[in-house]
């Protein structure tokens, strides 16, 4: 497995943009591919955005679809996510996660790594 370290959350007046990143420790990382996940609180755990090991393909949840973009260096270990005109339901706790295999997941349940969360918080 690889090891996940989340980093860049912070407060932002709706409007406004945050990245957040997201380094892998493993050798195995150009294996995996990777997601981010939110829970505000009282909330279960939502599927956010992931990009496949290569890079080729993404996918968005329809809450962040044209607003964030997800991107990873796999020369580097990291995944991102740029996060644009923030508001304020997208307060929550922004989880890193990843997986192996040859599906294309979107469900916490499937990922087997995951890193320990950096808190966005945007104000009105």
């Known amino acids: 497995q690889v090891q996940l370290v989340e980093s860049g959350g912070g407060l932002v007046e709706a409007g406004g943009s945050l990245r957040l990143s997201c380094a892998a420790s493993?050798?195995?990382?150009?294996?995996?591919?990777m997601a981010w996940f939110r829970q505000a609180p009282g909330k279960e755990r939502e599927f956010v955005a992931r990009?496949?090991?290569?890079?080729?393909?993404?996918y968005y949840a329809d809450s962040v679809k044209g607003r964030f973009t997800i991107s990873r260096d796999n020369a580097k270990n990291t995944v991102s996510l740029q996060m644009n005109s923030l508001k304020p339901e997208d307060t929550a706790v922004y989880y890193c996660?990843?997986?192996?295999?040859?599906?294309?997941?979107?469900?916490?349940?499937?990922?087997?790594?995951w890193g320990q969360g950096t808190q966005v918080t945007v104000s009105s």
């Open positions: 990009i496949r090991l290569s890079g080729s393909a993404t």
């Open positions: 493993g050798r195995t990382f150009n294996n995996y591919h």
């Open positions: 996660a990843g997986y192996s295999g040859d599906y294309y997941y979107t469900t916490a349940a499937r990922m087997t790594s």
